[in-house]
Antibody, heavy 119, light 110 residues
Framework: EVHLVQSGGGLVQPGGSLRLSCEAS????????MSWVRQAPGKGLEWVAN????????NLVDSVKGRFTISRDNAKNSLFLQMDSLRVEDTAMYYC????????????WGQGTLVTVSS | QSVLTQPPSVSAAPGQKVTISCSGS????????VSWYQQLPGTAPKLLIY???KRPSGIPDRFSGSKSGTSATLDITGLQTGDEADYYC???????????FGGGTKLTVL
């Protein structure tokens, strides 16, 4: 069974940094692209970033480019999202997700971790 | 404002059928597969449909998807009170190489 267990998150002041982690099990992590998706309170889903199996390709939504970095450690079956220069509008529940099918169709999701950016 | 347009809400009675639409463009739905998700309050989204019309194991055939041109639809038949949730369509943008979600549709089963 696929499991994605997230950690990190919390309360941070504007301009601060946080690192989210997502540990995978139950599948061959190094064979899968992985993604981050966020959801602001009371709002819809927003795709944030993805990374290729070997880390050689990374894509980010415009609103986080230059501030967020997606990375992975295949030896540790782990996905990361380094978030710098955080803004109030980055406040959201962040999910890691596995796109098991074509075109970012996510069959497995982490439990979510809340990031709150506030002074 | 989402690139993929969904109606904010739909409603129908138990046992009835409801259709949720998702409208995009040639740079996304028109050239990519569409997926659909159900999100119950306080939980992570759940994949209902992938590659336009395929159901993952365990998803009942009351849920079906289709795509035509730059639009996609999710049909739910035999509505149950447990189907009350938010529903999202998803795909990719061919040009920008990013994922996309619709704004979400809240389903109320009256």
């Amino acid at each position: 069974e696929v499991h994605l267990v997230q950690s990190g998150g919390g309360l941070v002041q504007p301009g601060g940094s946080l690192r989210l982690s997502c540990e995978a099990s139950g599948f061959t992590f190094s064979h899968n692209w992985m993604s981050w998706v966020r959801q602001a309170p009371g709002k819809g889903l927003e795709w944030v970033a993805n990374i290729k199996e070997d880390g050689s390709e990374r894509n980010l939504v415009d609103s986080v480019k230059g501030r967020f970095t997606i990375s992975r450690d295949n030896a540790k079956n782990s996905l990361f999202l380094q978030m710098d220069s955080l803004r109030v509008e980055d406040t959201a529940m962040y999910y890691c997700a596995r796109p098991a099918y074509s075109d970012e169709a996510f069959d497995s999701w982490g439990q979510g971790t809340l990031v709150t950016v506030s002074s | 404002q989402s690139v993929l347009t969904q109606p904010p809400s739909v409603s129908a009675a138990p046992g009835q059928k409801v259709t949720i639409s998702c409208s995009g463009s040639s740079s996304n739905i028109g050239n990519r597969y569409v997926s659909w998700y159900q999100q119950l309050p306080g939980t992570a989204p759940k994949l209902l449909i992938y590659e336009n019309n395929k159901r993952p194991s365990g998803i009942p055939d009351r849920f079906s998807g289709s795509k035509s041109g730059t639009s996609a639809t999710l049909d739910i038949t035999g509505l149950q009170t447990g189907d009350e949730a938010d529903y999202y369509c998803g795909t990719c943008d061919s040009t920008l190489s990013i994922g996309l979600f619709g704004g979400g549709t809240k389903l109320t089963v009256l």
